[in-house]
């Protein structure tokens, strides 16, 4: 059962745009949703992260959407750069169960210059 | 460097073989877990440990897999008899009482 949906899985966009990512959770008991970067060969890097008391979040050129009604979030990139080009996943974590954060199966990110 | 550190960084081992990782995780967090990530797919919890506690454990984690944390610091996973479905990377994260986990660059493991 995948609990945390993400999409697209792969994803162009050009230098300057804005990329979007979005994610979307079945668990109403989540209550933490983070969003790391991953480049290959390294672990993954956190990059922001909201609770759902709040519907935005923004970071420099990060930006987290997030709907609690819907049960999606997303992560917007400002000003795309060929340095953002990575995977990127959502996650969520319920501080009541399990301790684990549950993951999404990953965007991969490539800006073009 | 005082992140999550990992060792070895890359092990090659023979299906049946016996495999050990070490994490170390950020000073003072006292929570530590691992995670396993196969290509093309996000990372997957395997277990958790709040000091020397072992808290949490997936049902990935088969009866072949071993996590300890003997002094609340460092920890390891031991994998016995591998297969080569055990191919992938291995991946520490530690946090404080705060909820943002800092992941070490993993250990790739691969069985042949």
């Known amino acids: 059962q995948q609990q945390v949906k993400q999409s697209p899985q792969s994803l162009i966009v050009q230098k300057g745009g804005i990329s979007i990512i979005n994610c979307a959770y079945e668990?109403?008991?989540?209550?933490?949703f983070p969003w790391y970067q991953q480049f290959p060969g390294k672990g993954p890097a956190l990059l922001i992260a909201?609770?759902?008391?709040?519907s935005e979040k923004k970071e420099g050129r990060f930006t987290i959407s997030f709907n609690k009604s819907a049960k999606q979030f997303s992560l917007h990139i400002m000003d795309s750069q060929p340095g953002d080009s990575a995977t990127y996943f959502c996650?969520?974590?319920?501080?009541?169960?399990?301790?684990?954060?549950?993951f999404g199966k990953g965007t991969h990110l490539i800006i073009q210059p | 460097d005082t992140g999550v550190s990992q060792d070895p960084r890359h092990k090659i081992t023979k299906r049946g073989q016996n495999v050990t990782f070490r994490c170390d995780p950020i000073?003072?967090?006292?929570?530590l877990y691992w995670y396993r990530q196969t290509l093309g797919q996000g990372p997957e919890f395997l277990t958790y440990?709040?000091?020397?506690?072992?808290?949490?454990k997936s049902r990935l984690l088969s009866d072949r897999f071993s996590a300890e944390r003997p002094k609340g610091s460092f920890s390891t996973l031991e994998i016995q008899r591998t297969e080569q479905g055990d191919s992938a990377m291995y991946l520490c994260?530690?946090?404080?009482?705060?909820?943002?986990?800092?992941f070490g660059p993993g250990t790739r493991l691969t069985v042949t």
């Open positions: 000073s003072e967090h006292n929570r």
């Open positions: 909201i609770r759902p008391d709040v």
């Open positions: 440990f709040q000091n020397e506690a072992q808290l949490e």
């Open positions: 994260a530690s946090r404080s009482g705060l909820r943002e986990q800092y």
């Open positions: 668990n109403t008991a989540f209550d933490y």
């Open positions: 996650a969520a974590h319920s501080g009541g169960g399990a301790d684990g954060l549950t």
